[in-house]
């Protein structure tokens, strides 16, 4: 395995490269898109017998992305094809997540379609009952975007330091970043060089997940400690009002996760979402 380890993490090379997992991360542009396309917002693929997803009270849930994983490298445990969608509640300042209950999913909906249709004629084109607004507080975009998703090659990633587990997978270097943050002097610089070098501000699939407050398996969530990351869209914002602007409040991150077993039978429906914010 081939990583540009910076220097100053060179003595816990051994055991940076053993927490590596292979993760695809992508990118965002503003393009036009099939309805099968892997795409964040815009519309989803739906065949015409297919029912919208709704929230518990009979509203439409707020489309937030779909993967087609025959357009992304392959991943271990991951589907070769088939398409991935998420929806979530836009009329939810939660997003629909319960914060009591992260496996109550009754607000926020993960369909898996194993074959997929390449005839638009043969799809749901009209979405028009499906209604949101940028007043709403459960949308982290403009309802009206829609993002291209651009899926690098899959490569090795280090465990971030947001991840629960960081100081029992490395743990030489743990105590080497946390005894550096109890100088008085300190400015951060080398836990930022980390989050760099383990790219952990990145949209991706698979891998491991960026939080900017704490990692929810990892405190008071004991039953959530075997999920691992599905799905990570970070907030994302261009200098023009018309390119990529995605907000999850201020400044955060929405992470899709599951149990490896769940993974591989496709068992989506069984994945929990949060987000977490400055």
């Excluded at 998420?86 to 009754?106: E, P, R």
């Excluded at 926020?108 to 499906?130: C, G, P, R």
């Excluded at 651009?150 to 947001?162: E, G, N, V």
Aim: a negative charge; one cysteine or more; aromatic letters at 16%.
């Amino acid at each position: 395995m081939s990583l540009n380890i910076p220097v100053e993490f060179q003595d816990f090379a051994d055991e940076i490269i053993a927490s590596c997992k292979p993760s695809v991360p992508f990118t965002l542009t503003v393009a036009p898109t099939q309805l099968w396309d892997s795409k964040v917002g815009g519309k989803p693929y739906l065949p015409r017998d297919f029912a919208y997803p709704n929230n518990p009270d009979g509203e439409p849930l707020f489309f937030l992305a779909q993967i087609n994983f025959a357009q992304m490298s392959a991943l271990p445990d991951f589907p070769s094809k088939g398409i991935l969608q998420f929806f979530i509640d836009g009329k939810d300042d939660c997003y629909g997540i319960n914060f009591d209950n992260y496996q109550d999913n009754s607000h926020y909906k993960l369909i898996y379609h194993a074959d997929v249709v390449e005839n638009a004629d043969e799809l749901q084109q009209d979405f028009d009952f499906v209604q949101f607004d940028e007043t709403d507080s459960g949308v982290p975009f403009p309802p009206n975007h829609s993002y291209q998703i651009y899926f690098q090659a899959a490569t090795p990633q280090p465990i971030t330091q947001h991840d629960f587990a960081f100081g029992e997978v490395v743990p030489e270097l743990f105590d080497f970043l946390d005894e550096k943050s109890e100088d008085d002097d300190y400015e951060w610089d080398l836990h930022d060089k980390y989050d760099e070098f383990s790219n952990s501000e990145q949209h991706r699939v698979g891998g491991y997940p960026y939080f900017t407050q704490d990692d929810v398996r990892g405190y008071g969530s004991y039953d959530l400690k075997d999920y691992v990351l599905l799905f990570q869209l970070v907030s994302d914002w261009r200098d023009s009002n018309d390119d990529v602007n995605i907000m999850w409040g201020d400044c955060g991150v929405g992470n899709f996760f599951i149990r490896p077993e769940d993974l591989k039978n496709l068992a989506f429906d069984k994945a929990f979402f949060t987000m977490d914010c400055c």
